[in-house]
């Protein structure tokens, strides 16, 4: 089943600003990726979705249902977790997301233990009683996680998910979407500008660029491996770099990488070889991938 | 060129100590300020910015202080998380205004020279409030360039930015740094850190963890073996040959390949391309998995 | 002989096979949770005081009235008197709730958790708008019920309790006229603005600033005029309907042959409203 469709979707706002144009995909359950789209069209595309805002023209499709007309169904699948502080601080996340457990139709009860569960799947357990008041950026982003999750969507709709998190709490974050991902059975959609974490935790990727779809692909279609090996040594790159030369190895430098072009089999060995006589401390060997960056490497600056 | 210099700063609230007993010397080139949420980062940038007087120590650019001195933003650029910019100006009048405003000789060619550097030239005339975040933020670091200052502090710059903009911002310090100018930012998105600049300053709870090359960093936590991936033609019979190395603390073997734990980086990095020549097998990966940035950084947040 | 066995439980993620219930349980449930709100239960104490001031000091008011008139039975106040009297207690408790239930909101930046459920825009704003309405009709109404009950059980014959049956009921749909007319603007205004303090001052504002008018119209040396004057404040509107429905409390208020009129734009004013906050909601959720 697909998990969205879009065929042609455009949307203008009073004929000037086009936030959507004529953009088509096709994207399959698991974890995707949705990178590069600047503030309006990320945003204008989740309210299509949800069935907030009209197309101007052409269609979506979420979960099989048509957000234009079963605006009510669609949300009762999918689960929303916003970029922006969304949260009432003078409640704890317990009241809180049980309130919108029952605002999504769930009964009293249900809402109850769904909430706490939720809670304790974020990783909130002992907290959960504390008003929002006085959570940290962290604790703040898994309420509006659980929030997401309480009524068992089939889909989440993750905007920015790491925003203001610092290195630990991405981590954390990040496990737990592919936990989502993965164990729970949910498919997720993940809008980032974090390249890095779009490649880490998602299976497939949406770009869009001033409103057109520059690509929609697999991720692993999109960091298959070059034919380029990267070679590192912590000390002497510039010998090595001159005996790979004399073996009559083609080599280009990147910062402290030596990159390779991988002939054969032989390639691998011969690197070794140099570096052993050299006697070198050899701290990196691999096959260059591609990157997710790429995509976005070349071209001019936005100017929307 | 010029040097930002913490000595002995601590900075505190009534019984709360934000930043405790730090001194660093920033220089040319551009480093990366990381640390955990409420570390303290902040009030280091606002010390520096002159914003805060510290509690103790003294906080100087190029020997002056910061602190009711101001006759130091001469010299020093500043982009701060939460600043605003007038919606209904035009980004290069904003310009204009902030050159005139630093008294400049030709406000009109600072202007457009900051203009240049942000790549805003072709946006320039249209106000500010139709631009995206990542345009205002290009405006606001244009802002801060156009008295062409030695020294750049800015805030989580990239909070915002799409992946387009970060490539461009990044190589927009990455190329002011290498000009000589003395840059800090501060970024939780640490391989982008990685990218710009090797060099940084690590707060956590309001001291300096550490200074420096992170690579350089790595090799000083001696009591953490190193790590690496290996992925040859035959792991098996490697791992038996590296568990006879002294400096091999540890081999593990699963499908995906070999985990070795060297507790010596020197010697293990040497000694294994001779291994495997010597003993015929073929490399075809070698990864260190905690080398990073990141690694680094979890490293000296949990110690 | 028995072997050790163990069991280990799934506590992972589980799925919701539950009952899922429909648009009128999602109504009915933020409804209480806003009337709920206008009385600050399941908040903190602070947010009680208020609203619990404004409900014992109309309470008090209709107990002491209903003493009053068990003792003397023509002294007192009809049942429309005693809401006109409190109109501008309720002006203040509007001005103070209305804010709570949508302001908050809006600052907080909750809607868009609200808009991505199947409750629809315009239902959070009719159930915000009935909870308030409620509120004000318990204020105006519930001291009504005392009232009548010391009247009841005081009456001699069944005539007197059949003519206080009759009163209070006036005295009710008065109520909810009120209700209508003061929830409704008062929503409508505290919508516009995220910060509490705007709207209620907002708020007062608009029954505030209106009541200058109605005095000018009101000395003006036309007849219809002076018969159109209370026309021009909300307070005034609705008790110009009263006074068509229900007769003058002191026989000198006027409004000639302009009852229905009074009524009509009465009407109109709170479809207004409705209409303006399902405008403003569909906006905000789009934005």
Known sequence: MTLIATESLTKTYGGRVTALSDLTVSVDPGIVGLVGANGAGKSTLIKILLGLLAPTSGRARVLDLDPTVDAAAVRARVGYMPEHESLSPDLSAAEFVTHLGRMSGLPRTAARERASEALRHVGLYEERYRQIGGYSTGMKQRVKLAQALVHDPDLLLLDEPTNGLDPAGRDAMLALIHRIGNEFGISVVVCSHLLGEVERICDSLIAIDGGRLLRSDNISAMTTVTDVLAVE?????????????????????????????????????????????????????????????ELFATREVTHV | MSDVTLAGVSRWYGNVVAVNDVSMTLGPGVTGLLGPNGAGKTTVLHMMAGFLAPSRGTVTIDGAPTWRNPSVYKGLGLVSEREAVHDFLTAREFLLVSARLHRLPDPEAAARRALELVEMTDAQDRRIGTYSKGMRQRTRVAGALVHDPQVLLLDEPFNGMDPRQRLHMMELLHRLGAAGRTILF?????????????????????????????????????????????????????????????????????????????????????????????????????????????????????? | MSDAAGVIHDIGYQRYVGPRLGRGYVFKSLYVH??????????????????????????????????????????????????????????????????????????????????????????????????????????????????????????????????????????????????????????????????????????????????????????????????????????????????????????NDSIGPFGPLYLAVTIGIVAGCVALLQARYRKVASS
């Open chain 2, 186 to 303: 501060s970024s939780h998105i640490l391989e982008e850190v990685e990218q710009v600049s090797g060099t940084v300053q690590v707060i956590v709870a309001g001291r300096l963890a550490a200074s420096g090359d992170y690579r350089a960093i790595r090799r000083l936590m001696s009591n953490r073996p190193h790590v690496f991936a290996i992925h040859s033609t035959d792991d098996r019979r490697l791992a038996v040959a590296l568990m006879g190395q002294a400096s091999v603390t540890g081999v593990e073997i699963d499908r995906a390949g070999l985990t070795v734990r060297a507790g010596d980086y020197g010697s293990f990095t040497r000694a294994l391309p001779k291994i495997a020549l010597a003993q015929g097998i073929r490399v075809r990966r070698l990864l260190p998995s905690d080398e990073s940035l990141e690694s680094v950084f979890s490293y000296l947040v949990e110690a």
């Open chain 3, 34 to 251: 806003g009337l709920r709100t206008a009385f600050g239960l399941g908040r903190s104490a602070k947010a009680k005081i208020f609203p619990w001031f404004v409900l014992g000091v109309v309470f008090l008011t209709g107990v002491i009235l209903a003493a009053v008139k068990a003792q003397v039975p023509d002294a007192g106040v009809t049942y429309t008197a005693f809401v006109d009297m409190m109109a501008w207690l309720v002006v203040f408790f509007v001005a103070v709730v209305a804010p709570e239930l949508v302001s908050r909101d809006l600052r907080a930046g909750v809607l868009p958790l609200y808009f991505s459920r199947p409750l629809r825009r315009s239902d959070y704003a009719y159930a915000k708008l009935v909870a308030l309405a409620t509120a004000v009709w318990l204020l105006l109404g519930g001291p009504q019920l005392v009232m009548f009950l010391v009247a009841a059980f005081s009456a001699d014959t069944m005539k007197q309790f059949w003519t206080e049956v009759g009163d209070v009921g006036q005295g009710m749909l008065y109520a909810v006229l009120w209700a209508a007319v003061f929830a409704g603007i008062g929503l409508l205004v505290a919508s516009l603005t995220g910060k509490r303090a705007f709207a209620a001052g907002g708020i007062v504002a608009v029954f505030l600033m209106t009541t200058p008018i109605v005095g000018v119209v009101s000395v003006m040396p036309s007849q219809t005029a002076q018969d159109l004057a209370l026309l021009f404040s909300p307070a005034s509107l609705v008790f110009g309907v009263g006074v068509w429905l229900f007769g003058s409390p002191d026989g």
């Open chain 1, 233 to 293: 040594v912590s000390e002497g790159t510039d010998l090595l770099a001159a005996r790979l030369d004399l073996l009559g190895l083609s080599v280009r430098r990147d910062g402290r990488l030596l990159l390779v072009p991988l002939e054969d089999d032989a390639t691998y060995d011969r690197i070794l070889a140099a570096v052993a006589e050299l006697d070198l401390p050899l701290h990196r060997l691999d096959q260059r991938r591609h990157r997710v960056a």
